[in-house]
Structure formats: structure tokens, C-alpha cells
């Protein structure tokens, strides 16, 4: 099964600070999304991603996020200043040839 | 994307078939049923998909009533590995790179 890895595991970082998560895809695989999940709460999508521009996102997703691809492989989520709320789970995930979506293992912020 | 409304929670006994029904009434023609499952705390998986036509993998298999208002996943024979909550999706292949929206799903709890 394709694979999508996920870096850091686990980030604490104060409130105020910036972080970026970063995600490796699964290659040729075209469409990238970020989704989150606060303890105990439902998977919400943030942002979904389609030849290096965002191609739709949720209400979440303000102007404290920003998403790219720096090197054509790695996708990163940048929160520029992280907020006690953003405290969560997040997921990267790939689309393949039958519009399913795979998921990285998660970053889990912890904002302190 | 059509709703799907799915029983809060299920038991299965080990090595016995899981049957987890999902409805989704208001599903139109070309929506597509996808089944995704979240074991604690890691990222979704994706499971199997159908539009109409009953499907299988190595992991499970869909029935879609004739009607297409219901499905039914099929864990043929469960193991405590199963344990997860389960998510019925519908979502149209004519929104390539759009959200995923995950609702409250069924709770799988497979016992030894």
C-alpha cells in the first residue's frame, strides 16, 4: 500500500511561535491535502492543494496557515503563530487514481 | 456531498464477520461510496470504495443496495486489529481535490 510519512511525530512549541509540519508524498500522486483532528473531535479538513496552489480551503485554514511545496517533494503546513487552539493532531494526505485519500501517521502540536 | 448516517458504535466478536451499515438516501448518480476506518489516534485508512456494483479487496467488501440509499462494509472475519471507528463517505468523482468530511462514524469494538 502507498505510503505518506509525516515529520515531526510530536512538536511542543510555545504560543506565538512559529512551526512547520512537513509531509512527504506519495509520488505522482497530484493532490495534497492537511486535515486535523482535536482531541476527542471529528477529522476537519484545512486545505487541499493541486499543482502548487491551494485549490480549496475550510474556514480554519486563515491567514496564520500557509501551505507549499518547497523542493517539488516535500509538503509542508506553516502556522506562523501558533495559538493554545491549534493544539492538535494533523494529517497529511495524498489522493490516488481513484479519488481515495491516504493519510500520514500525523504530527501531533502540542502548543504550550 | 449526500449525507450518511451510521449506528454510533458496534461489537463484533473475534473472527467473526463485522457487518457495518451506513445510510446515505439522498445519494445522486454520480456519487460514490467510500469507506475509510481511524484507529486511535493514527491517520485514516482508506478501505474500499463502489459506485454501485458490490466490491472487494483483500481487506473488505461493500454491498450497495439496489437503490443505492444503503451499504453494508464487511469485515469478513474481525480481529482485535479491527477495533476502530468507521467512516462512510459519499463523495462525487467530479470534485477531484475536494474535501474529505468526516462525520461521528460507527465505533467498531471487536472482543476476544
Known amino acids: 500500500e502507498p505510503e505518506v510519512t509525516q515529520t515531526p511525530s510530536h512538536q511542543v512549541t510555545q504560543m506565538g511561535q512559529e512551526v512547520i509540519l512537513r509531509c512527504v508524498p506519495i509520488?505522482?500522486?497530484?493532490?495534497f491535502y492537511w486535515y486535523r483532528q482535536i482531541l476527542g473531535q471529528k477529522v476537519e479538513f484545512l486545505v487541499s492543494?493541486?499543482?502548487?496552489?491551494?485549490?480549496?480551503k475550510s474556514e480554519i485554514f486563515d491567514d496564520q496557515f500557509s501551505v507549499e511545496r518547497p523542493d517539488g517533494s516535500n509538503f509542508t503546513l506553516k502556522i506562523r503563530s501558533t495559538k493554545l487552539e491549534d493544539s492538535a493532531m494533523y494529517f497529511c494526505?495524498?489522493?490516488?487514481?481513484?479519488?481515495?485519500?491516504?493519510f500520514g501517521p500525523g504530527t501531533r502540536l502540542t502548543v504550550t | 456531498d449526500a449525507k450518511t448516517t451510521q449506528p454510533p458504535s458496534m461489537d463484533c466478536a473475534e473472527g467473526r464477520a463485522a457487518n457495518l451499515p451506513c445510510n446515505h438516501s439522498?445519494?445522486?448518480?454520480?456519487?460514490?461510496v467510500y469507506w475509510y476506518r481511524q484507529i486511535h489516534s493514527q491517520g485514516p485508512q482508506y478501505i474500499i470504495h463502489?459506485?454501485?456494483n458490490n466490491e472487494t479487496n483483500e481487506m473488505a467488501s461493500l454491498i450497495i443496495t439496489e437503490d443505492r440509499k444503503s451499504s453494508t462494509l464487511i469485515l469478513p472475519h474481525a480481529t482485535l486489529r479491527d477495533t476502530a471507528v468507521y467512516y462512510c463517505?459519499?463523495?462525487?468523482?467530479?470534485?477531484?481535490?475536494?474535501?474529505?468530511?468526516f462525520g461521528e462514524g460507527t465505533q467498531l469494538t471487536v472482543n476476544p
Open positions: 509520488s505522482n500522486h497530484l493532490y
Open positions: 439522498t445519494i445522486s448518480g454520480n456519487e460514490y
Open positions: 463517505i459519499v463523495r462525487s468523482q467530479e470534485t477531484s481535490g475536494s474535501r474529505l468530511t
Open positions: 463502489g459506485l454501485k
Open positions: 492543494f493541486y499543482n502548487n496552489e491551494i485549490s480549496e
Open positions: 494526505a495524498n489522493q490516488g487514481l481513484a479519488y481515495e485519500q491516504y
